[in-house]
C-alpha cells in the first residue's frame, strides 16, 4: 500500500522557518519525482514545490522561490521542505504527493503532472 506521511507544520511567526517532512513506503520511492501542495482556506490547492526521482530538478511556486527549499534522501524515502521568511499567506494545509511525470529544462522542472498518491496534510499557520 503506498503512504505519505507529511510533518512539520505548527504555528510560527513571519520571517520565521519550519521544515516539514515527507515520509513514503509501498512503492520504490527513488522511482518518483515527490511535490509539495498546500491548500489555503477558501483557495485552490496549487503545487509549491516539486523535485525529480533522483533530486537533480526542481519546481518552485514563484512566490515561494528564494525562501523556500526542496530536498530528499531516497535512503530515508522522506523529501524535505525547508521554508524560511514565512509570511501569513504562506498559511496552509501542506500535502505531498508522488508525481508521476515531470518535464525538465537542466536542473528545473517546467511541467509536471499526474499526482496519483497523497498523503495526509500538515497544517502551517504563519501569523503575528
Known amino acids: 500500500e503506498v503512504q505519505l506521511q507529511a510533518s512539520g507544520g505548527g504555528l510560527v511567526q513571519p520571517r520565521q522557518s519550519l521544515s516539514l517532512s515527507c515520509t513514503a513506503s509501498g512503492f520504490n520511492f527513488g522511482d518518483y519525482a515527490i511535490g509539495w501542495f498546500r491548500q489555503a482556506p477558501g483557495k485552490e490547492r496549487e503545487g509549491v514545490s516539486v523535485?525529480?526521482?533522483?533530486?537533480?530538478?526542481?519546481y518552485y511556486l514563484d512566490s515561494v522561490k528564494g525562501r523556500f527549499t526542496i530536498s530528499r534522501d531516497n535512503a530515508k524515502n522522506t523529501v524535505y521542505l525547508q521554508m524560511n521568511n514565512l509570511k501569513p499567506d504562506d498559511t496552509a494545509v501542506y500535502f505531498c504527493?508522488?508525481?508521476?511525470?515531470?518535464?525538465?529544462?537542466?536542473?528545473?522542472?517546467?511541467?509536471?503532472?499526474?499526482?496519483?498518491?497523497w498523503g495526509k496534510g500538515t497544517l502551517v499557520t504563519v501569523s503575528s
Open positions: 504527493a508522488t508525481v508521476q511525470s515531470i518535464t525538465t529544462s537542466g536542473e528545473r522542472i517546467t511541467n509536471y503532472r499526474g499526482m496519483d498518491h
Open positions: 523535485i525529480s526521482a533522483r533530486g537533480t530538478s526542481t
